[in-house]
């Protein structure tokens, strides 16, 4: 086997280019919270390839086995392999047939792993993800980012999310929220995305999942405000600028 | 043609404090409980504190995925050590168990940085302090993590440890009660608080002793 030279690196020999170095297809921001019943999950339709809008009507939320929903940011072909790791998961739990089933915690440890690992491999999946569900009345929220880092709250967001939703979250959210005061929250995190990140879309679902199971509603578009008066003579005080 | 950049690095540092003080009967171990990434608060509630073994904490900080894979490790490693043994590892074992886990990793290390605390097996507060690559210490005192430069000299200066250099052997441990030693804790936190922005949010404080282990919080500031 022929010697690789020094200069060339870690990504050099063919099967060093398998491994994952850029981003192509990218989902923005997921925000969740924890309400009353369960968690609520809202995530945008768009898929992104650089600077183009190229998918606009990608589902980045998705249902896992009974318990939980899983929302990913980054990497869309990442996000589906991680889908296909998760139905062979489930599958085996279902195979036991004993009566149990995987909840959140068990699926947020198991992916916790998984993007661990391929971290210390050096081929991470290039993806954020965030798993909510509701098991024997216990609610949970956790999130993984693609190098392992994982937590659970009562809040997370990925992404863009993290610097514009996490802040209003902090400042509104509390123990018990209704169902229509949850969805007002995310509403209002997600209009603050769509009007300040550049890879938004104005399209977006918002997923319910208590311990009757999971909801996604069907896709919609946020209300957006432009009157203002700054917007309709922007040069005036400035005559030549744009 | 150029050198290919990396464009990710494997490692994070996701901030926080730890310190431990050994004393003479009780040790105590704490932590803050910020999460950060960056310029972000990734979480208030992130515990850094992990029961090793009954006598045996662990408080450790820096890059929290590698920080939680080596307590997963340990523990499994201490469940393994109970069924072959038939008892709890004592805190000296745990020392060298943990700084041969980190050597292990030489070349791609766990940026974890940990500070052990515990009883030894004659019950005498111990306190251990590593590095990175397992390099580790039997000590009075420690602190680890992003508010150490701030926490380790007023730590030096309160409790005034002898030289490891003197002969004959001078006992490390504080002759301060356990009391005193939590309330000084309680101090060097809220100062370093002021001051690192990584440290803040909420302080846990375990205090081993005969009895067993128990648990203290303490609201620390939260910008």
Redesign the interface.
């Known amino acids: 086997m022929d010697q690789k030279p020094f ?5 050099s020999s063919e099967a060093d280019s398998q491994r994952t ?2 981003p192509y297809v990218t989902g923005t921001s997921v925000v969740a919270l924890k309400y009353k019943d369960g968690i609520l999950m809202a995530a945008d339709m768009g898929g992104s390839y650089g600077s183009t809008l190229r998918y606009k009507s990608v589902e980045r939320m998705k249902s896992i086995g009974k318990h939980s929903l899983l929302g990913a940011s980054g990497e869309l072909s990442d996000f589906q392999e991680i889908l296909r790791y998760l139905d062979e998961l489930i599958l085996y739990d279902n195979m036991w047939d004993d009566g149990n089933s995987l909840g959140p915690k068990e699926v947020h440890s198991y992916l ?1 792993r998984v993007m ?1 690992n391929r ?2 491999k ?1 081929n ?1 999946l ?1 993806s954020s993800l965030v798993l909510g569900g509701v098991k024997n009345g216990e609610k949970y929220l956790g ?1 993984v ?9 009562n809040h997370v967001a990925t992404g863009f999310g ?2 514009l939703a ?1 802040p209003i979250l902090r400042e509104e959210w509390h123990e018990n929220l209704s169902f229509e005061d949850g969805v007002k929250l995310l509403e209002k995190c997600m209009r603050v995305l769509l009007y300040r990140d550049r890879s938004a879309v104005n399209k977006l679902q918002i997923a319910k999942i208590t311990e009757e199971g999971v909801t996604v509603s069907q896709p919609y578009s946020l209300k957006t405000f432009w009157g203002f008066s700054a917007f309709s003579n922007p040069t005036v005080g400035a005559e030549g600028s744009w | 043609m150029t050198k290919q950049q990396a464009n990710w690095s494997p490692y994070d540092n996701n901030g926080g404090s730890c310190v431990a003080i050994a004393g003479a009967d009780y040790c105590v171990i704490a932590a803050d409980t910020r999460m950060s990434t960056g310029y972000n608060i990734l979480t208030r509630e992130c515990s850094k504190i992990t029961k090793l073994a009954d006598k045996c904490m662990m408080a450790s900080s820096g890059f929290q995925a590698d920080v939680k894979a080596l307590q997963k490790l340990l523990a499994a490693r201490h469940l393994i050590y109970q069924h072959q043994h038939n008892k709890q590892m004592s805190c000296p074992a745990m020392a060298q168990l943990l700084s041969n886990t980190l050597y292990y990793k030489r070349f791609f290390p766990y940026y974890s940085f940990n500070v052990l605390g515990g009883l030894d097996s004659e019950g005498k507060g111990c306190v251990y302090t590593y590095d990175a690559v397992g390099s580790y210490e039997r000590v009075g005192y420690s602190s680890q993590g992003s508010g150490s430069t701030l926490i380790m000299p007023f730590l030096d200066n309160q409790l005034k440890s002898p030289s490891p250099l003197l002969l004959p052997a001078q006992d490390a441990v504080t002759p301060l009660s356990e009391s005193e030693a939590v309330d000084l804790v309680k101090t060097v936190f809220a100062s370093a608080t002021e001051r690192d922005i990584y440290t803040g949010d909420k302080l846990e404080i375990v205090v081993v002793n005969a009895e067993g282990i128990r648990s203290e919080y303490m609201d620390l500031r939260k910008d």
């Open positions: 200069s060339q690196g870690l990504l170095l850029y916790t661990y971290r210390n050096f991470p290039w999130m980012s693609m190098i392992g880092v994982h937590f659970e709250d993290n610097h996490r």
